[in-house]
């Protein structure tokens, strides 16, 4: 069995979401790649995150380093599984039989200012705080414990141009790990490491 196959399995998530309202079945909002380096984006025109192509600007996406070429799948939330959640939902999920990353693209987000920086910020961690808890809820319906069956980790990508600064970032995850005891990272690229659990 694939290893997509046995994360999806392991995690019951075809279950779990057959008994939410969803805006399409799971089955078609996910996709899976093993290549050693992916892009993962926000389509401007789709509004659905998928992996990307060669010739598509890094600058507005995450960028995997996957050296031990795993297969990861890409689970598009906002606008795929889900639309329309009140208090809104993370972008996407990259996952395997191990650890589990939601995404959350704020490349589009506007503002020059520390404050807007801050909102673009904040709204991005609620939407995370969000997604978690409903997924949570959802493996809870299944007996999964969603949170200690997987290395459950969040991401941040923002403009490279906002102007967020690094203490803002610091003090933002410091609070969003105290209260969901989850880790927020917002670099735009990421190393997919098979985790210890």
């Not at 993370?90 to 191990?98: Q, T």
């Amino acid at each position: 069995m694939a290893v997509d196959q046995v994360a999806i399995d392991r995690l019951r998530l075809d279950e779990a979401f057959t008994k939410k309202i969803l805006h399409r079945a799971f089955d078609e909002c996910w996709t899976v790649k093993c290549d050693e380096l992916l892009l993962v984006v926000d389509d401007d025109e789709s509004k659905v995150s998928r992996f990307g192509t060669d010739n598509e600007d890094v600058e507005k996406g995450l960028l995997v380093f996957n050296e031990q070429r795993r297969e990861i799948v890409l689970l598009s939330i906002d606008n795929q599984l889900l639309r329309g959640v009140q208090g809104g939902v993370a972008d996407c999920a990259l996952f395997d039989d191990k650890q589990f990353r939601f995404v959350e693209f704020k490349t589009n987000a506007e503002g020059r200012s520390q404050k807007a920086a801050r909102n673009a910020i904040e709204k991005a961690g609620q939407q995370l705080k969000n997604t978690i808890r409903i997924f949570a809820e959802g493996e809870k319906t299944v007996n999964v414990d969603f949170e200690n069956a997987v290395t459950l980790s969040c991401h941040v990508v923002l403009s490279r141009n906002f102007p967020a600064t690094q203490s803002a970032i610091q003090d933002y995850q410091m609070a969003f790990a105290t209260e969901t005891g989850v880790y927020l990272n917002f670099d735009s690229e990421t190393l997919w490491e098979k985790p210890e659990k």
